[in-house]
């Protein structure tokens, strides 16, 4: 008697096993970015810095994207000859955003949006104009550029498919076990 139960209650355990449902799996990265963030150090008046960046959404769908610009400096981003900042798309050459540093920083800029497995390249110029003059001379300033996309911060995986049955297989198993063992017990009692 005590095998019968042994081998009921092994194979409840394996159906369990074999029935519970395994959740799709999900890419941790959303998008590749290179360089992943640009810092740019101040030009010296007349004087430009260029740079490229570009980015890969890595998933089948559509994302958005976004450029998120931070930076700090005191001198050079006020007064009456600022840092002036301009972003084209790179293969259109469309203008982004043309204006003052200070204006573009702590703003994000939100970007085309990028299809599944698409590249997006944009290029960037910071210009100190040439009329500034030895007020500027040796400030310094930090921007930053980073691409963002909004689903980055999503940590909920409720819309992944569950793949498998329910849990309703579960169940089932443990009734089955439950009326073996209740069945095994009331025959034992019968016959003693």
Same mark, same amino acid.
């Given at each position: 008697?005590?095998?019968?139960?042994?081998?009921?209650?092994?194979?409840?355990?394996?159906?369990?096993?074999?029935?519970?449902?395994?959740?799709?799996?999900?890419?941790?990265?959303?998008? /590749?970015?290179?360089?992943?963030?640009?810092?740019?150090?101040? =030009?010296? =008046?007349?004087?430009?810095?260029?740079?490229?960046?570009?980015?890969?959404?890595l998933?089948?769908?559509?994302?958005?994207?976004?450029l998120?610009?931070?930076?700090?400096?005191?001198?050079?981003? /006020?007064? +009456?000859? +600022?840092?002036?900042?301009?972003?084209?798309?790179?293969?259109?050459?469309?203008?982004?955003?043309?204006?003052?540093?200070?204006?573009?920083?702590?703003?994000? *800029?939100?970007?085309?949006?990028?299809?599944?497995?698409?590249?997006?390249? *944009?290029?960037?110029?910071?210009? *100190?104009?040439?009329?500034?003059?030895?007020?500027?001379?040796?400030?310094?300033?930090?921007?930053?550029?980073?691409?963002?996309?909004?689903?980055?911060d999503?940590?909920?995986?409720?819309?992944?498919?569950?793949?498998?049955?329910?849990?309703? +297989?579960?169940?089932?198993?443990?009734?089955i076990?439950?009326?073996?063992?209740?069945?095994?017990?009331i025959?034992?009692?019968?016959?003693?």
């Amino acid at each position: 008697m005590k095998k019968r139960m042994i081998i009921i209650l092994g194979v409840a355990l394996a159906a369990g096993a074999v029935l519970a449902p395994i959740p799709a799996a999900a890419s941790g990265e959303l998008i /590749d970015a290179a360089p992943t963030l640009v810092e740019l150090a101040a =030009p010296a =008046p007349g004087q430009s810095q260029e740079w490229t960046m570009s980015v890969r959404n890595l998933t089948d769908g559509e994302l958005p994207i976004a450029l998120a610009v931070s930076g700090s400096a005191e001198r050079l981003f /006020d007064g +009456p000859y +600022p840092l002036e900042l301009e972003l084209t798309e790179t293969g259109s050459g469309q203008p982004l955003y043309i204006g003052t540093a200070a204006a573009a920083i702590d703003e994000v *800029l939100l970007l085309p949006t990028l299809a599944g497995h698409a590249d997006y390249e *944009l290029s960037g110029s910071v210009t *100190l104009p040439s009329e500034a003059g030895n007020e500027y001379q040796e400030a310094t300033g930090r921007l930053s550029f980073e691409f963002r996309t909004s689903a980055d911060d999503a940590s909920d995986e409720s819309g992944l498919a569950s793949t498998g049955p329910s849990v309703w +297989p579960w169940l089932w198993a443990a009734g089955i076990a439950f009326l073996a063992g209740t069945v095994a017990l009331i025959r034992r009692r019968r016959t003693s």
